[in-house]
């Protein structure tokens, strides 16, 4: 009964292809996010979706697009994959006007 | 800039000692979360604190959150080895509909 799940849980991959991480949440919550957590623990936000609407689009790179089949779903998908990518991406859910409070497990990429 | 500064960057303490990690922003937070982060694993909710003057406890951990909405505290009570890990504060700085959060304080527990 995971809250926010992600998958995988580990993602090692090649410079130069296209991959996805998927993310689900089932608490019913209206707005998914996606986080990127850096080699120094930095965490910052990348995309943020609201009943499948884009609300929050920080600057990230075009090779980044998120995508939302429905509320419980919140998809990542990266092209032409870069050393710079390696990081942990979170996944996070909440509701609309307050600030998200559940995270997925993350995801560790690892660029080679 | 940065808009959550977290303090220590680290810290390191003997089994059984207090501890208090801070958060501290310029501007007003509309919402302060703790999360924990054990090393390779997700974020673990702590608490949320939202008024000023809030304080809030589970188990041997209380957080604060100051008067002014400007700062926070966690204070861990008889640390244990179970209590090392990442501890990162996150906020809506400004009302706005996302969490920023500060670098990160790693504690370790020595036995």
């Known amino acids: 009964d995971t809250a926010v799940s992600q998958t995988p849980k580990y993602l090692v991959t090649q410079m130069g292809n296209d991959k996805s991480i998927k993310c689900e949440q089932n608490?019913?919550?209206?707005?998914m996010y996606w986080y990127k957590q850096d080699s120094k623990k930095f965490l910052k936000i990348m995309f943020s979706y609201n009943n499948k609407e884009l609300i929050i689009n920080e600057t990230v790179p075009n090779r980044f697009s998120p995508k939302s089949p429905d509320k419980a779903h919140l998809n990542l998908h990266i092209n032409s994959l870069e050393l710079g990518d390696s990081a942990v991406y979170f996944c996070a859910s909440g509701r609309r006007g307050v600030p998200e409070a559940f995270f997925g497990q993350g995801t560790r990429l690892t660029v080679v | 800039s940065q808009e959550l500064e977290q303090s220590p960057q680290s810290l390191i303490v003997q089994e059984g000692k207090n501890l208090t990690i801070n958060c501290t922003s310029s501007?007003?937070?509309?919402?302060l979360y703790w999360y924990k982060q054990k090393y390779g694993e997700g974020l673990i909710f702590l608490m949320m604190l939202q008024k000023g003057g809030e304080e809030k406890s589970h188990e041997k951990i209380t957080a604060k959150l100051d008067e002014k909405k400007q700062q926070s505290s966690l204070h861990i009570t008889a640390s244990q080895p179970s209590h090392a890990g990442i501890y990162l504060c996150g906020a809506d700085v400004g009302g706005s509909e996302k969490l920023v959060f500060g670098k990160g304080t790693k504690l370790t527990v020595n036995p």
């Open positions: 501007k007003t937070l509309y919402g």
């Open positions: 608490l019913g919550h209206d707005t």
